[in-house]
């Protein structure tokens, strides 16, 4: 395909560039109407993009259900904490306004123990300038080729996630990881270092889980190995 013609035709915010939205909106298309998920968007823009050169504002709340998240640690600086927060896997999610019912897509927020950089506007709101990663023309040759692989396994890999992925995050830890393994391998279990190796044979992004994208792969790769050795044990060099 032109790839030019594609970053014209959908790259309509910034010229040049695909943001979050328009990324998804390109691969809908290509698979003729499906619905991408938006962990699918941000891990491409994780793997493959670029750091914008254009800055974008979100805000953060400073306070969750009158606890406070943002603790204050200097000169427009501040650290989240929260025990309530924790709970809810240690997230404080960017928004695009300030209304904790609109979500910003293609970042993760800040983590419980991290310190960020903002401005607090003084009505229970900190103003944050992030430079999120968008796909240019260099990048997306790669995308396509990825995610075209992807999309012929993408509900297969919907249904693996179903199966395994006990906390809905859209994605497998290393736990959930072994035991898929275990269920391809007939139920004989596995040792770490074959986890191990299926990781980083899968983790492209190195995040420590396998991503919806990435299933696929580990599945292919791990199947081959059982065939391989019959399961002795022992990875093939």
């Known amino acids: 395909e032109n790839r030019g013609a594609i970053i014209k035709e959908y790259g309509k915010s910034q ?32 793997r493959f993009g670029k750091q914008n050169d254009e800055s974008v504002t ?3 709340p400073t306070t969750l259900e009158g606890e406070v998240v943002l603790v204050p640690e200097g000169v427009n600086r501040y650290r989240v904490g929260n ?26 927020g800040p983590k419980v123990g991290d ?10 709101w900190v103003r944050v300038r992030l430079f999120l990663n ?19 396994v993408m509900d297969a890999s919907a249904e693996v996630l179903a199966k395994y992925d006990a906390t809905h995050k859209g994605a497998l830890s290393r736990a959930e990881v072994k035991q ?17 190796r299926v990781m980083m044979h899968a983790d492209m992004t190195q995040t420590g ?17 059982v ?9 093939q060099q």
């Open 227 to 235: 065939q391989k050795q019959g399961h002795c044990g022992c990875f």
């Open 83 to 108: 025990i309530e927060l924790q709970s809810r896997n240690a997230i404080l999610g960017y928004h695009p306004s300030k209304d904790l019912d609109t979500k910003v897509y293609g970042i993760s």
């Open 15 to 46: 010229p040049g560039k695909l943001v979050h939205d328009e990324l998804r909106r390109l691969f809908a298309d290509l698979t003729g109407g499906k619905a991408i998920q938006n962990s699918d968007v941000d891990y491409y823009l994780k």
């Open 180 to 196: 898929l393994m275990v269920d391809v391998n007939s139920g004989q279990d596995v040792t770490d270092e074959e986890v191990d």
């Open 58 to 60: 979100y805000f953060l």
């Open 209 to 225: 889980q396998v991503e919806a994208p990435e299933v696929n792969e580990a599945i292919v790769w791990w199947h081959g190995q």
């Open 115 to 124: 310190v960020i950089e903002g401005v607090d506007d003084g009505d229970g």
């Open 134 to 152: 968008v796909i240019t023309l260099k990048e997306l040759k790669c995308v396509l080729n990825s995610f075209s692989r992807y999309a012929t």
